[in-house]
């Protein structure tokens, strides 16, 4: 039989829809997924302050909780930042490889690490800067 173009794309997609079926997915993976989103906070910021470390040198512009703690403490803000960076990183791991079956892991780590993003940017600028001012 001879495949057209057209007959490529259409057994590409059911196959596809194959592979995307439900499967059952429990309530506690559901709970375990949701509470590891919090977790991808910490890795987030851990990477954003490295990052904005490695560029600008000193982090005293960087205005996050964890760095505020650490400067009361006279701590390195890294003291706080990455146990809790590894520990994100562990749990989201953990949530991955474990609970959330195969099918869904691309679209996990996608939507999770898009979100941490976006939150991060809406946060800090837009609804942080209005609810909690900043001298």
């Not at 997609?13 to 906070?41: D, G, T, Y």
């Not at 512009?61 to 809790?84: D, G, K, M």
Request: charged share 10%; with cysteine.
């Amino acid at each position: 039989m001879y495949y057209t173009e057209h007959n490529r794309v259409c057994l590409f997609a059911k196959k596809a829809q194959k592979n995307i079926a439900p499967q059952h997915f429990s309530l506690k993976q559901w709970i375990a997924v949701f509470l590891s989103l919090f977790w991808l906070r910490w890795l987030l910021l851990l990477i954003v302050y490295i990052i904005f470390i490695g560029f600008n040198k000193k982090d005293t512009s960087l205005i996050i909780n964890e760095t505020n703690i650490a400067y009361t403490f006279n701590i390195s803000p890294l003291f706080i930042l990455v146990p809790l960076g590894l520990a994100g990183t562990l749990i989201c791991c953990i949530t991955v490889f474990i609970f959330l079956p195969k099918v869904y892991r691309s679209m996990f780590l996608v939507a999770g690490i898009t979100g941490s993003i976006v939150t991060l940017l809406l946060w800090f600028k837009l609804v942080g800067t209005l609810l909690l001012p900043h001298e």
